[in-house]
């Protein structure tokens, strides 16, 4: 019987670079699978298949509104840090901001952002966004609607809250007949906010309704108001472009009445700086915006919901006067503030 001789053994050299190439196999087999794994399910961390988040901010901004310049301005820096895809759309029309929504939906956009000036035109996109899973939150306008509305957050100032401490400020300022200013009627907000007033100022309250987008008009129309009636000692103004043309509206009606106004700009602070505009109430429209983009890539990238979804995240009041502009005054003039 023939006993076979054992296989002679490979020299130590040989088997060292056996192994080395057999690891080697190994790895690119592991790596070839690695990939062939995440190629099928790349997707980001909003569950999308490749590419950023994509938002849309719609607003009822009028155009030529440069407060809502610092609200798209916030909106673009957290879009920027987040890495997050944003369009911007505005209608001061009900009916148009809500078509606006809806073109947002049909372009399959990850999250919306809206604001509620008119909350009734804003219910049926709302609810077609959340039947298409896209949502929705809400910045500015309607902090007494969002919930109902169906949104998830909101961010902004309480106007009534706002408008409360106005009245209690034109009391400390010993003004006896105020005139509440609104520009675009039947904005919840700005009703809100005159209604604020008149609730806690203890002197006489009236409102007096203007077309916003046409300035002649609207400081031909307060020229007369004042000129009616010269015992009017306080003009309310609801945006810094209408507060500065109410000052030339005094001026021209020859009228005693002092201007004070919610919302800034850099104009608006320089104004306050020299006396021609008594005070400003500032809801940081910046941070608005910056804040409901934000809030919408952390709930798509990790599920957060700012307030717990229950409450609303405030942004005002905060009142800015001779005595504190200059804090802001950088600020405003960055165009942030």
Same mark, same amino acid.
């Given at each position: ?109 990850? $999250?919306?952002?809206?604001? #509620? &000036?008119?909350? %009734? +035109? ?6 077609? !966004? @959340?039947? *298409? ?105 609801? $945006?810094?472009?209408?507060? #500065? &043309?109410?000052? %030339? +509206? ?6 005693? !009445? @002092?201007? *004070? ?77």
């Amino acid at each position: 019987m023939n006993t076979p001789l054992p296989a002679p053994s490979a020299p130590p050299a040989l088997r060292s670079a056996r192994l080395t190439a057999l690891a080697t196999v190994c790895c690119l087999l592991l790596v070839g699978c690695s990939g062939s794994t995440s190629s099928g399910s790349d997707k980001d961390a909003a569950g999308r298949s490749g590419g950023p988040i994509k938002i849309a901010l719609v607003t009822h901004g009028a155009k030529g509104d440069t407060f809502w310049e610092r609200v798209r301005k916030g909106a673009e820096a957290a879009a920027a840090k987040d890495g997050v895809e944003l369009t911007y759309a505005s209608d001061a029309d009900a009916a148009g901001q809500a078509e606006l929504v809806r073109d947002a939906i049909r372009d399959r956009v990850d $999250g919306i952002a809206v604001t #509620l &000036a008119k909350p %009734q +035109a804003m219910k049926s996109p709302v609810a077609t !966004a @959340k039947a *298409a899973g896209i949502p929705v939150v809400g910045l500015n306008s309607g902090i007494d609607a969002w919930q109902s509305t169906g949104l998830l957050e909101y961010f902004g100032q309480d106007e009534s809250v706002a408008g409360r401490a106005v009245g209690g400020k034109l009391d400390d300022l010993r003004a006896q007949h105020a005139l509440c200013v609104i520009h675009e009627r039947g904005n919840v907000a700005l009703e809100a906010r005159c209604a604020g007033v008149k609730k806690t100022f203890t002197g006489e309250t009236e409102m007096l309704y203007v077309d916003g987008t046409d300035m002649d008009a609207m400081t031909a129309a307060l020229t007369e108001r004042l000129k009616q009636e010269p015992d009017i000692d306080e003009v309310i103004a609801n $945006g810094a472009q209408f507060a #500065l &043309a109410a000052a %030339q +509206a005094a001026q021209k009606a020859d009228s005693k !009445a @002092k201007i *004070a106004t919610f919302d800034l700009n850099k104009d608006l602070v320089e104004a306050v700086r020299d006396g021609r505009v008594q005070f400003a109430v500032d809801q940081q429209p910046y941070l608005q915006g910056y804040l409901a983009v934000d809030a919408l890539w952390l709930y798509k990238t990790n599920g957060n919901l700012s307030g717990g979804g229950v409450a609303p995240v405030l942004t005002g009041p905060a009142f800015v006067t001779k005595t504190n502009v200059a804090d802001v005054a950088r600020f405003a003039a960055d165009g942030t503030r």
